[in-house]
């Protein structure tokens, strides 16, 4: 049979290997991971070789049963806790646990419909209205509305510390803002989604995303960086009324920190996941793309966590707001289920080794 890749071989372009179907006595090019095409003519800029939309999926699924389990956790917490739901801070913490469900719940919806082509198949408008409307704009919304209600959680937290009043006077004030945020993030939702996320398309557009998505990561950095200023000089305030100790300054300022370590572990969770992203990603080449042609296993798989990790804050919310505060972790052993049978554990665990010790001990 007559071999016409041998007769042909420069049929394919770019590297591309000619191939023959002798049953149908057809040619094609097996085209390199850079370029498609009939004859690999077509340059291709984003990666192929992996299944990029398959793992996104799985990292979604993993992402949303761990914050339903962690934020339920904390919900029963925020909820059941007298101490905590009469509080502005607990007002912000309740709907930023509800805030974290809804933004895992938005980002796997959108992944299976990314990674499962035959849903609007044939219909492409209904895919990218879907997308815009739920990848794009719902879960940026909630992710931004939880970094609003973070930042809100630190600011109210540096200001008890610096007025040195209680919090559960009132809780006007974290509704009135609650409100504000929502009215807010609802308005400047309305124009991507009436333009469905067209950013090429329409120029204003385009700037205005870029305008949004300044002002909701550069306001909260500076509330988090005013909400530090009014802790660091409580501390301040503290050591001038009570006096030092071991007459030194450094000493006892960095145990009034670490006493109150709780207020600073969500911002530097916030700050290193997003910043380790975004230091990879500005230096991405906008043509090809984060996932570039040509991408190494072991490139992919470390762009593909750091981009996992700017969802980390929603997910591990017991961990960044609850566990580094005694006094969320004492009403979380009271009032939680989960609480409870981890002391029972703990008690019972303790009690066994003890036992152990003493009956080792007489044995001697």
Request: charged share 15%.
């Amino acid at each position: 049979m007559l071999d016409l890749c041998h007769l042909n071989s420069s049929q394919c372009f770019n590297n591309g290997t000619c191939t023959m179907d002798y049953l149908l006595n057809t040619t094609h090019c097996l085209c390199d991971p850079c370029h498609e095409g009939n004859f690999c003519e077509t340059f291709t800029s984003r990666q192929q070789q992996y299944a990029t939309p398959y793992y996104n999926l799985i990292i979604y699924i993993t992402a949303l049963c761990i914050s339903t389990l962690n934020n339920s956790i904390c919900l029963e917490l925020f909820i059941r806790s007298k101490a905590i739901r009469r509080t502005n801070c607990g007002i912000y913490l309740i709907i930023y646990s509800i805030l974290s469900i809804l933004a895992s719940i938005f980002l796997v919806a959108d992944g299976y419909v990314t990674y499962d082509k035959s849903i609007f198949e044939g219909d492409p408008y209904s895919r990218n209205t879907l997308h815009c409307v739920v990848g794009v704009v719902s879960y940026n919304t909630a992710n931004f509305l939880c970094i609003w209600f973070s930042a809100s959680v630190q600011l109210e937290r540096g200001i008890v510390l610096f007025s040195k009043k209680t919090s559960t006077i009132t809780r006007k004030r974290s509704i009135i803002v609650s409100i504000i945020m929502l009215a807010m993030s609802i308005g400047c939702a309305i124009p991507i989604v009436f333009y469905d996320c067209a950013w090429n398309d329409v120029p204003h557009l385009k700037v205005l995303r870029v305008f949004f998505n300044a002002f909701h990561i550069a306001v909260p950095v500076l509330i988090y960086i005013v909400a530090t200023v009014l802790s660091l000089i409580a501390f301040a305030r503290r050591i001038r009324t009570y006096g030092m100790e071991n007459r030194c300054y450094i000493v006892t300022f960095a145990k009034l920190v670490y006493s109150h370590l709780f207020i600073f572990i969500p911002p530097l969770a916030y700050a290193i996941c997003y910043a380790l992203y975004n230091l990879v990603a500005s230096r991405s080449d906008p043509i090809t793309g984060y996932y570039h042609c040509g991408i190494s296993l072991a490139e992919y798989i470390i762009k593909i966590i750091l981009r996992s990790l700017t969802g980390v804050p929603f997910v591990v919310t017991w961990l960044i707001f609850v566990y580094p505060s005694r006094v969320y972790m004492t009403e979380f052993y009271l009032n939680t289920w989960c609480g409870q049978w981890s002391a029972w554990i703990v008690v019972h665990l303790r009690q066994c080794f003890r036992r152990k010790k003493a009956l080792e001990h007489l044995s001697q």
